[in-house]
């Protein structure tokens, strides 16, 4: 039986294959490491997002974004805890970070294949009445 550790050092592998693909715009490499039974649910349309359900349906999502070559997806921070990651991340369509999205995805992962990725974003939008 895996311990604790091991299972941790595993889903942070399998989300760096996952990051690495992606950023190398490698769909074959990024579906290798997606589970058949993937559910992915998208950032956007706020604020549910979008339920991607299913290898193939999760993967031609992602391929969309890999195939716009104008973006570019920055890994900045990875946190992996047993099966579960979050990934922190900026998503570029321009040169500034005005064109950009930051973002993170909450990722769990069996098998060594991502089988779950929650999108969360930080968007412009209408400003919530929070605390000062």
Not at 5 to 30: H, M, P, S, Y
Not at 42 to 70: H, N, R
Not at 104 to 129: D, F, H
Request: hydrophobic letters at 40%.
């Amino acid at each position: 039986m895996a311990t604790s550790a091991q299972i941790t050092k595993d889903t942070a592998e399998t989300i760096a294959r996952f990051n690495d693909a992606f950023q190398r715009r490698d769909q074959a490499a990024l579906a290798a490491v997606v589970h058949e039974d993937c559910l992915m649910v998208s950032a956007q349309p706020a604020p549910d997002g979008t339920a991607y359900v299913g290898k193939d349906a999760c993967v031609a999502f992602w391929a969309e974004l890999m195939d716009d070559a104008s973006t570019t997806f920055e890994v900045q921070h990875v946190f992996s805890d047993g099966d579960w990651a979050a990934v922190r991340w900026r998503y570029r369509f321009g040169p500034t970070d005005a064109e950009s999205v930051l973002g993170v995805n909450v990722t769990r992962v069996s098998g060594g294949r991502v089988i779950e990725q929650l999108g969360y974003t930080k968007t412009p939008g209408q400003v919530l009445p929070l605390p000062e």
